[in-house]
Each structure stands twice: as C-alpha cells, then as structure tokens.
C-alpha cells in the first residue's frame, strides 16, 4: 500500500484556513446584524456625502452653496509658451580644458557659466585651451554636448 500524501503538516494548515473561513463569515454576519439594528434605530446613515468645504458628511450638502465650474476651462497639463521668444542655438564660451590626445574637453558658457562637454568628433576648428569658441548644444548620454565648435 502506497503511503498517503496528507502529510500532519499539510491537515494542520488546512484546520487554519477553514478556521479562518469561518471567522470571517462570523465577523461578516455580525457586521450585517449591527448594521440592521442601526437601521431601525434610524442612527447610521448608508451614505457618505462630501460638503462643499471636501468634508465627509452624513449629511447630503447644501445645494445654494454648489459651485459651477466650466468644463472649458480645466487646463491638462503644461500650456505652450507663446510669449517667449526662441533660444538662440548658437552660443558663446571659453574652452577651460581640452586634451588632444585623448580628444575630449570642456568649454564654459559665457552667459551661464554652465560647463558643457565636447569630444573630438563634434569639432569644427582646432581648439586649444583658453579659446574664445562658438558652439551649438545637443542632448548626450551624460547631459548637454557642445557640438559643431568653432573658434571666433
């Protein structure tokens, strides 16, 4: 005869959940009851109403005191920026580090002293350091690059 898998472990864990179910199925019971005996009483009201102010109340809100909001005028999101004018793409700055032989550098805005990296490959004219350069911006793995660099 072959052994039973009902294991003393496995019958144990089962007595739980079914003791569990039952529990619960006691405590939902006993939740109706009381909810019925307040109904009677006419103590507990079955909704949960919102004042004008946000609050729960279980009262319903006063209709003078409703407030009309145009659906037209719900603004999603960010609105355009019309007034501005565009950012020139062109900037200005001083290289403060560049290494030739490892063909990378750093150049300093001169209207934000914002410091942005080039590479060798974004180069237009030989750079050294302390040059006065114009450059163009674009998105790297890292942050901004300075692109398209050109001495003044």
Do not use: C, W
Request: aromatic share 6%; charged share 40%.
């Amino acid at each position: 005869m072959a052994k039973s898998q009902q294991t003393f472990n496995k019958i144990e864990k089962e007595k739980k959940r079914l003791k569990k179910r039952e529990e619960k199925q006691k405590k939902k019971l006993a939740r109706r009851a009381e909810a019925a005996e307040a109904k009677e009483k006419g103590e507990v009201s079955e909704f949960a109403y919102v004042d004008h102010l946000g609050n729960l109340t279980d009262t319903p809100p006063d209709p003078s005191l409703k407030v009309e909001i145009d659906a037209e005028s719900i603004e999603i999101g960010i609105p355009k920026k019309e007034d501005m004018e565009p950012e020139d793409p062109v900037k200005k700055g001083k290289v403060s580090f560049f290494d030739t032989s490892k063909g990378f550098g750093f150049i300093i805005d001169t209207d934000s002293n914002e410091k942005y990296f080039t590479h060798v490959s974004g180069l237009i004219d030989q750079i050294a350091e302390n040059d006065k350069v114009s450059f163009e911006l674009e998105r790297g793995l890292k942050g901004m690059n300075a692109v398209k660099v050109k001495k003044i």
